[in-house]
């Protein structure tokens, strides 16, 4: 609608999915909805004369924006036809906008319009703030203003005029950076927020450096700095040249860590699963995973049952979507190495581990073999090895999945097994003649995508109890309309495959049913072709290319 419109409109729809991005609109909806807007870009032009100009250039505002990943103009080019306008489209965005000098600064402001003044004003209250703070030295007042500003998708404009004041007035840094650290720990700017500020500031840095002497030196000074206190991620701002290349795997381990603890920490404050996620994606370091493990279970050892609820839920969460089960095997085994020194300071730390353990057990995270497994890595007679034995112990008391799922109260409102009950509860109602368009939306409203692999598991179980294919035609639409990831069919099929010779001994001829619904599934289009499960006891599952 925005297309065939003033600037004015284009401008604000721009800045509409800005701030929806992530928050409401899942980022994997928003590549989703643009390949959409690329494969009509044909019809788009018989409507629209400039359709091609007007898409490049919301696509090359998405880019800037931080919305569409660089990545995803050249995979989409790939899936459209030679001759299509969508790849003249993403060819005039490459070329003409994205490729220019500065071309950050014109894109955001090529359609100034009317939403221009707005713009400006929130920049100027911006410049003022930060102004009135240099001379007042009021964290706290600042921060109240920065968040009374409520544009959170706007902050990168506060880290990057906060630090070109610091460049300005020298006298001003530490104050800058003090604000800055402060407002990165409280969560108030976003990982994201800061790395992106930083990256505005890196497209404009050469012509700061006409007016500011030693703009370039500074800049990679005030890099350093953030760097070495840790609100800021080499990783997360790759495209600014500096020094930190020099940094040794230590000093990132170092950095990690303690970014860790402060996106641990908000996440204790928030119960803001998605901002974790978002956090450790902007730190790009999967190298580090099982260090993340480690001190999310450290932090919410010695604290109360609702983080250590938090911290068994936030597992959940990362598992498949973000961190493989080798990364949370190693972080176990870290923590068991470390357990004799853990105890020094928490003195239950053996059974609190225990129940950690035996929970990941419970939640499908880990399998028994998986205990096998960090078992062997430990020193035989260690205090390790004595924690792993106690959380067999665990698993195999009587009621042991419901004594362990409640060990800790429950308490973050969408705790893993309230989840499943509500999971079940969608399934049987579909299955017994509801909605297709009402189960849909129960599993949106579970609002937990990286948990949907558990509605495929479950949904596949039901429809072989139940002899019910209708279930099948559920995940369908779910894949259809995007609602259930790839990655997440994959997982729920594999867990199926992982587990068939338990399902063996309750269902007749199950991998005979399970084979015909993976065969169904590939025809339809909605698992990848390259899924294969083992034929025989103890099934191995290929996944593959899961981009496919």
């Not at 068991?336 to 853990?342: C, I, M, P, Y």
């Not at 509500?422 to 990286?450: H, S, V, W, Y």
């Not at 559920?474 to 729920?492: H, P, Y």
């Amino acid at each position: 609608m925005a297309m065939d419109r003033h600037d004015r409109e284009k401008e604000m729809a721009a800045v509409l999915l800005s701030s929806l991005y992530a928050d409401v609109i899942d980022p994997e909806q928003v590549s989703k909805g643009f390949s959409k807007l690329l494969d009509s870009a044909d019809d788009l032009a018989l409507d629209i004369p400039d359709a091609v100009d007007v898409l490049a250039l919301f696509v090359a505002r998405a880019v800037v924006d931080d919305i569409l990943p660089p990545a995803f103009l050249t995979k989409t080019s790939k899936s459209l036809p030679e001759d299509s306008k969508g790849v003249e489209v993403i060819q005039k965005a490459e070329k003409s906008y994205l490729s220019a000098p500065l071309h950050a600064e014109i894109i955001e402001r090529r359609w100034g319009g009317s939403t221009h003044v707005t713009v400006e004003e929130v920049k100027k209250k911006i410049s003022d703030l930060l102004h009135e703070y240099v001379e007042s030295g009021d964290k706290a007042e600042a921060c109240r203003c920065i968040r009374d500003l409520k544009v959170r998708f706007f902050h990168h404009e506060v880290v990057k005029r906060a630090l070109i004041l610091a460049m300005e007035r020298r006298s001003a840094e530490p104050l800058i950076l003090a604000l800055l650290k402060e407002a990165a720990e409280e969560g108030l700017i976003t990982s994201s927020q800061i790395s992106k500020g930083f990256g505005r500031l890196a497209d404009t840095v050469d012509d700061l450096s006409l007016d500011i002497i030693n703009a370039k030196d500074m800049f990679e000074s005030l890099i350093l700095k953030a760097t070495t206190d840790g609100w800021l991620i080499p990783a997360s701002v790759r495209s600014i040249p500096s020094q930190l290349d020099g940094l040794t795997e230590q000093d990132n381990a170092r950095l990690f860590k303690e970014r860790a603890i402060t996106i641990i920490q908000e996440y204790f404050l928030s119960d803001d699963i998605f901002e974790v996620v978002r956090s450790l994606e902007d730190l790009a370091a999967p190298d580090f995973n099982a260090i993340f493990v480690k001190k999310l279970i450290t932090l919410a050892m010695d604290r109360k049952n609702r983080e250590k609820e938090m911290a068994s839920a936030l597992l959940s969460a990362l598992y498949t979507e973000v961190f493989p089960v080798e990364d949370i095997v190693n972080g176990f085994v870290l923590l068991l190495e470390a357990a004799e020194d853990l105890a020094l300071d928490i003195p239950d730390a053996a059974n609190e581990l225990a129940l950690f353990l035996a929970r990941a057990v419970i939640d499908d995270i880990l399998a028994p073999l998986n205990l096998e497994e960090i078992n062997s890595q430990l020193k035989p007679g260690s205090i390790g090895s004595e924690i792993v034995r106690m959380a067999r112990s665990l698993l195999a008391a009587r009621l042991a999945g419901e004594r362990i799922l409640r060990c800790w109260g429950g308490g973050t409102g969408w705790a893993v097994e309230d989840a499943k009950d509500k999971i079940n509860k969608l399934l049987e109602e579909f299955e017994t003649g509801g909605g297709i368009g009402e189960a849909c939306q129960c599993i949106r409203d579970l609002n937990m995508p990286f948990f949907h692999h558990e509605v495929v598991k479950k949904a596949l179980v039901m429809a072989m109890e139940k002899k019910n294919d209708r279930l099948l035609n559920l995940l369908q639409e779910c894949s259809s309309e995007g609602l259930i990831t790839i990655n997440q069919m994959v997982k729920g099929f594999t867990r199926i495959a992982d587990s068939l010779d338990d399902l063996a001994l309750d269902i007749p001829n199950v991998r005979d049913k399970f084979a015909s619904y993976v065969q169904q599934a590939k025809a339809n289009g909605w698992l990848v072709s390259s899924f294969t499960f083992g034929t025989i006891s103890d099934p191995t599952v290929s996944n593959g290319d899961m981009s496919s």
